[in-house]
Every structure is written in C-alpha cells, then in structure tokens.
C-alpha cells in the first residue's frame, strides 16, 4: 500500500507538472496545480485501492491518474479566443 501511495504521489506530481509547464496562462498558480494533481492522485489511489483491493497495483496507479486528471480538468479556465464576443 506504501508503494502505491508513493507512486501515485509521483504521477500526480508528474502530471501536474506537465500541465503546469503546458497550460501556463490557462490555470491558476502553479502551486495550486500542483498540489491539486498529488491530492487527487492521492485520493484517486485510495478509492481504486478500496474498489480493487491489494495486488492490483497497476489498476491502482491508473485510477489514481485518472482522478488526478480529472481534479486538474477542473482547475482550466476557458482561453479567450473561443469565448463568445456579447453583442451591443
């Protein structure tokens, strides 16, 4: 359970990082993101855990990226360009 946790501690830093680097103007501060992308590694790895139980470790490590993913997603602001121009 330790190296689970560790290594979905790592994706979720991983992750978040990449998507720091890549959207820069599109999230907020990149200490947020990264905290976001490990707490939602973290919390993605402990509900697969619960869900598969043990000796699915990479099962595990793949919920936990995508619940990182997910809490990332939901840090995104739109870009500017495809918001809709109001009309006067």
Do not use: N
Not at 22 to 47: C, E, M, N, Q, W
Not at 55 to 77: E, F, I, P, Q
């Amino acid at each position: 359970m330790f190296w689970e946790a560790f290594g979905s501690v790592v994706l979720g830093f991983a992750l978040s990082w990449a998507a720091a680097h890549r959207l820069t103007d599109r999230l907020p501060s990149r200490r947020v993101v990264l905290g976001a992308g490990v707490l939602g590694a973290l919390f993605g790895s402990l509900i697969t855990h619960a869900a598969l139980g043990p000796g699915y470790a990479l099962g595990t490590l793949l919920g936990a990226v995508a619940v990182a993913a997910v809490v990332l997603s939901l840090l995104l602001r739109p870009t500017r360009r495809l918001r809709r121009a109001t009309q006067t």
